[in-house]
């Protein structure tokens, strides 16, 4: 078992791990994902649990993938971030509340 310095690093590694399950579907995940452990928008609001923004929201294009750190069971983490990265497929809304 690989530990990670960060949780960041540890959403990137299972973001690269389930690449090969998408692309076993039909639904490749773009190149350019950034995922980060952070509040998404109107958090406080709607308790959304993770976020994924257009590559056209970022700088350099990338998909932005946020992911609440209010969540620490590590099997909801990676639920949030499988929910989010099929939002970031082609053809797949961006905007879907997953809450508290």
Known sequence: MKIHATREDWLTAATDDVRPIF????????????????????????????????????????IE??????????????TVLISQLCRATAGAPLRYDLVQ
């Open 23 to 62: 692309d076993l579907h039909g639904r490749p995940l773009p190149n350019r994902i950034r995922v980060t452990a952070g509040h998404p928008l109107n958090f406080k609001r709607n308790r959304r649990l993770g976020d994924c923004h257009a590559a056209g929201d970022s700088a350099d294009k990338s």
């Open 65 to 78: 993938i946020c992911v609440s750190p209010t969540v620490a069971d590590p099997v909801q983490v990676f």
